[in-house]
């Protein structure tokens, strides 16, 4: 099993920025992908960025150049600086680890801004 604690969420106003953090402890395996994920009110939950333990990246168009994803291995976390942000960008922000075949979620952390 394998636990993720998201933090860094709050309000903030638009242009604004913020840093999520997600860190993972219990059953750590070394390949494994970890990334984010977010859920706006009454839409799907969306890809937002992963990164692998080799440092490979995939942002979503959407957050492209306004938003930079990084992991410190030693200490199991993730981030998410998140720059520029836009009314649109307001969701629950979901953390997830996938290893050994297994998707872990966070409980997520409510990101709002206002324009």
């Known amino acids: 099993q394998v636990q993720l604690v998201e933090s860094g969420g709050g309000l903030v106003q638009a242009g604004g920025s913020l840093r999520l953090s997600c860190a993972a402890s219990g059953s750590i395996f070394a390949i494994n992908v970890m990334g984010w994920y977010r859920q706006a009110p009454g839409k799907q939950r969306e890809l937002v960025a992963t990164i692998t333990n080799t440092g490979f990246i995939r942002y979503a168009d959407s957050v492209k150049g306004r938003f930079t994803i990084s992991r410190d291995d030693a200490k199991n976390t993730i981030y998410l600086q998140m720059n520029g942000l836009k009314p649109e960008d307001t969701a629950v922000y979901y953390c997830?680890?996938?290893?050994?075949?297994?998707?872990?979620w966070g409980q997520g952390t409510q990101v709002t801004v206002s324009s």
């Open positions: 997830i680890r996938v290893q050994e075949g297994y998707d872990y």
